[in-house]
């Protein structure tokens, strides 16, 4: 990446390890953090260039452009998907009023842009098994409508104004920096922070749901490779299928039970969130990113939970 880089909505789960990765790729003075909250004194984030941004707001995004002289804008803003599906006008309004203004800016002053989409882009008349790169996009949620505008707004600057747009279609991240900002697949991560504490879950999803899931170093990777990979091998560009392995709840129970044994889950369906999963595919084909762009996960089911476990058990101490 060129220039300076901008991280909005930098505060989140991706976010949080995603700038400390980039300064120490590309220097602490290259990455600018962006937010509408504040970080806490102590967070790792506040070392280096943070500026208070409201996405939704006019104005504020172009000044910083200018000022940093930004080179690249990594565009995380959004309301995840069961939030959006909580509050679908103000959704529409953040994940879509400010990537047309990311996307704008970005026109006007030469700059690249990340765009990270999610298997929330497809819906229940998607292939749900192995989803090719491309096929159809009909989701049922405002979260999901988001996204595939994103993807083809993404495409449109792409082609008609030369913006180096480029994006991946995340799966469900497990990450143990920051909590989860309200997405469907959120389930996975409070099940390691209660299986750590209590030895006790109950799940919102039924056990057998499939869905894809990643965890965090692997996403940091993609959104790093991808943005440095050569634009001349990059037939896609936008909105690659990324993952790195498809469970369900009762797996990922078993695979936590192999180092606590005594790990205990129960289910208590939420309807609202079942209904999100249901709708989404159990596996995506990610072929079109390994070909392009040479992605490779390095974390399959079982290295990450033994990793989670062991970074989990540091954070929050021993079992209550
Ligand atoms: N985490 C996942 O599992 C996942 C999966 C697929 C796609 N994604 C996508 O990746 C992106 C980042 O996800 P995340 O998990 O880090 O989200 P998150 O909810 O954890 O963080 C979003 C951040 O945006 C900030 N924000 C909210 N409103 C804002 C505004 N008006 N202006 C500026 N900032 C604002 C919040 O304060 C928060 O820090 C999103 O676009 C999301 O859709 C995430």
Redesign the pocket.
């Known amino acids: 990446m060129q220039g300076v880089i901008l991280v909005?909505?930098?505060?989140?789960?991706?976010?949080?390890e995603l700038v400390p990765a980039l300064r120490e790729k590309y220097g602490v003075e290259r990455v600018v953090a962006?937010?509408?909250?504040m970080p806490a004194k102590d967070a790792a984030i506040a070392d280096g260039p943070f500026e208070l941004?409201?996405?939704?707001?006019p104005g504020e995004l172009r000044e910083m452009v200018r000022r940093y002289e930004i080179g690249a804008i990594l565009?995380?803003?959004?309301?995840?998907?069961a939030?959006a599906e909580d509050k679908p006008q103000s959704a529409w309004r953040?994940?879509m009023d400010?990537l047309y203004r990311v996307l704008e800016i970005a026109r006007q002053h030469g700059c690249a842009v990340f765009?990270?989409?999610?298997?929330?882009a497809f819906g229940p008349t998607t292939p749900r098994d192995h989803t090719p790169q491309d096929t159809i996009q009909r989701p049922t949620t405002m979260?999901g409508i988001t996204?595939v505008a994103g993807e083809l707004l993404c495409d449109y600057y792409a082609q008609r104004f030369g913006v180096d747009a480029r994006g991946v279609?995340?799966?469900?991240?497990?990450?143990h920096v920051?909590?989860?900002?309200?997405?469907t697949?959120?389930y996975a991560v409070e099940m390691f922070r209660q299986a750590v504490r209590y030895r006790h879950y109950a799940c919102y999803l039924r056990p057998d749901t499939r869905l894809d899931m990643?965890y965090m170093p692997d996403?940091i990777k993609a959104i790093m490779n991808l943005m440095a990979a050569d634009p001349a091998g990059l037939e896609h560009r936008n909105a690659f299928n990324i993952t790195a392995m498809s469970v369900t709840p009762d797996e990922l129970a078993a695979e936590i039970r192999k180092h606590l044994p005594d790990f205990a889950i129960d289910y208590e369906i939420d309807p609202a969130r079942q209904a999100i999963a249901d709708s989404w595919p159990r596996s995506i084909d990610d072929g079109a990113a390994r070909q392009e762009w040479g992605w490779r996960p390095d974390y399959d089911l079982g290295r990450m939970v033994a990793d989670m476990l062991d970074k989990l058990r540091l954070k929050l101490g021993p079992a209550r």
Request: hydrophobic fraction near 35%; proline fraction near 7%.
């Open positions: 909005t909505g930098a505060l989140g789960q991706i976010g949080t962006t937010d509408i909250r941004l409201d996405c939704t707001g565009h995380l803003a959004a309301l995840l998907s939030v953040l994940n400010s765009f990270p989409s999610s298997i929330g979260y996204k279609r995340l799966p469900g991240l497990i990450s920051a909590p989860p900002g309200g997405g697949t959120d990643m996403a």
